[in-house]
């Protein structure tokens, strides 16, 4: 069973740079039953959807975060990455990352989440 689980800092000041890691286990994340989703969700607010790296390391991004969005990975370290850059306050939000299982078209995996506020 994959697992999944996010790092980075907790803190950033308005115009900084996110950065976070999800380091996946149970799995390869070049196995291509699963693509690996970037999530947000803001404080009272719903689940939004970032972007997504397929096994093959193609990359899809939300099409209103996109110019701000890279979302890479690192095959020896069996990780994902996402960076969001010139973050404000609106950016704040509990961050996931998902495993996207490619033949049932579900969510098949979450992290626990990674809290990130921004504030100067």
């Known amino acids: 069973q994959v697992q999944l689980q996010e790092s980075g800092p907790g803190l950033l000041k308005p115009s900084q740079t996110l950065s976070l890691r999800c380091t996946v286990s149970?799995?390869?994340?070049?196995?291509?039953?699963?693509?690996w989703s970037w999530i947000r969700q803001p404080p009272g607010k719903g689940l939004e959807w970032l972007g997504v790296?397929?096994?093959?390391?193609?990359?899809y991004y939300s099409p209103s975060l996109q110019d701000r969005t890279t979302i890479s990975r690192d095959t020896s370290k069996n990780q994902v990455s996402l960076q969001l850059s010139s973050v404000t306050p609106l950016d704040t939000a509990v961050y996931f990352c998902?495993?996207?299982?490619?033949?049932?078209?579900?969510?098949?995996?979450w992290g626990q989440g990674t809290l990130v506020t921004v504030s100067s």
């Open positions: 998902s495993a996207y299982g490619t033949l049932e078209n579900a969510l098949k995996a």
């Open positions: 149970g799995d390869s994340i070049t196995n291509n039953y699963y693509a």
């Open positions: 790296i397929t096994s093959d390391g193609t990359t």
